[in-house]
């Protein structure tokens, strides 16, 4: 008999990284949102979704269920029904339309693509391709890829629209799942175009907003901040930052992928980059006071801390600097989406860029693949500050 047990997962991101665990269920037999078991004791993961854990024949395999409980439940539910179909139409000799030779199934083929992308060092793009063929696959009423049409696509786009996504959002999802179905072989013709976005302004932090959150953070996010600021790092290559990496006799830092943390530098790019005096000097501070070798913010058992973005966001929240405008200040946690440390790199590269470094070198500090993804930042000064060069000229 074929196994039909379906158990409910959920992948957490923890001090070690996406980790998959049994979820757990309360004495009401409903599942406890962000509960799973370790174990036998019961662990909280805030960031994480839910998969599907069975057997395709001798196989483990997993499959999305959604980013919520009830998505889950149902996603559990239907899987059911359907192996139970599936093991009587064998037991009667019926031949079902999805057991035809040639036939692919749409959920095989996302599988292998976010396989593909983890086999190869990328588990950022890992992540999202799972996230984007998830949602595709949870509003698609189909599940082989010679069904799918162009009007998939557009439907698509409507559902992330009726769920008030951006245009540059949509665009974006529209490219993941354009890749997925490319990777899977559909045909490039059926593709529709992807979705038309204005293209905004990169947005950066005023010198107030800085002076403002740098006044009321502690030691350890005021060199958060200032890694993000005054060299530009992504968030997580501040997270995976070692001690080695600053050569504090060249005042340089040096960006490196750290295989053991399973972390890569984005574009395979290492980099040095330039330490400001006052950030070096803070950063001398800091080891003096956290004398510990191996990551420069790590967790109090040395972990890497993944919890950077949300420290500050509730900093943010707690001094009163919410914007009180956006999505994120009227949301149940009342984290404000002004609130961010790309932002900070946003900032580092304008600032760079306006202070009259050449694009050549700003690209390589800032670990770009390339020239055009740079020129985003040259983003015109502000009224105040062109007023003041405009009056400054000799007419």
């Known amino acids: 008999m074929a196994n039909r047990t379906v158990t409910l997962i959920r992948i957490c991101k923890t001090e070690k990284g996406w980790r998959r665990y049994p979820v757990a269920f309360g004495k009401n037999g409903r599942i406890r949102p962000g509960w799973v078991m370790v174990g036998d004791e019961p662990e909280y993961y805030e960031q994480g979704r839910y998969e599907l854990r069975m057997f395709e024949g001798s196989k483990l395999v997993y499959a999305p269920a959604g980013e919520t409980p009830a998505e889950a439940v149902a996603a559990r539910d239907r899987m059911e029904r359907k192996l139970k179909a599936k093991e009587t139409a064998q037991a009667a000799g019926i031949l079902l339309p999805e057991d035809a030779p040639g036939r692919v199934s749409l ?3 996302a599988r292998e693509f976010i396989r593909d992308a983890e086999q190869r060092g990328v588990r950022v793009a890992a992540d999202v391709n799972r996230l984007v063929t998830g949602e595709f696959l949870r509003g698609l009423k189909k599940a082989y890829v010679d069904e799918i049409t162009r009007e998939d696509v557009f439907d698509f786009h409507a559902a992330l629209r009726k769920r008030k996504c951006s245009d540059r959002t949509v665009a974006n999802k529209h490219a993941r799942v354009a890749s997925f179905l490319r990777f899977a072989g559909v045909d490039k013709e059926i593709l ?23 006044a009321v953070a502690d030691p350890f996010m005021r060199l958060v901040i200032g890694l993000a600021l005054k060299c530009g790092l992504r968030e997580q290559e501040i997270v ?13 830092l040096r960006v490196s992928s750290k295989p053991r943390y399973d972390f890569r530098v984005k574009d395979s790019e290492e980099r040095d980059i330039p330490i400001a005096d006052d950030l070096l000097a803070e950063l001398k ?4 006071l956290n004398p510990k070798p191996g990551l420069l913010l790590s967790t ?12 500050l966001k509730r900093l ?11 999505e994120g200040c009227n949301s149940k946690l009342g984290e404000c989406q002004e609130w961010t440390l790309h932002k900070f790199r946003r900032t580092y590269c304008t600032t760079l860029l306006r202070s009259g470094l050449d694009l050549r070198t ?14 985003r930042y040259l983003r015109p000064a502000s009224s105040a500050e062109a007023q003041a060069r405009i009056n400054a000229i000799q007419w």
């Open 107 to 109: 959920a095989a083929k």
């Open 192 to 214: 529709p175009p992807a979705p038309r976005y204005d293209e905004t302004l990169p947005t950066m932090y005023t010198r107030e907003q800085i002076a403002k959150i740098l």
């Open 240 to 252: 995976h930052l070692e001690w080695p990496d600053i050569h504090e006799h060249d005042k340089v």
């Open 285 to 288: 501070s800091w080891q003096r």
């Open 300 to 311: 109090n058992r040395g972990y890497p801390n993944r919890k950077l973005l949300r420290t």
């Open 316 to 326: 943010a929240k707690r001094e009163g600097l919410n914007c009180n405008r956006c």
């Open 362 to 375: 700003v690209q390589a500090y800032m670990g770009h693949a390339d020239l055009a993804s740079t020129m």
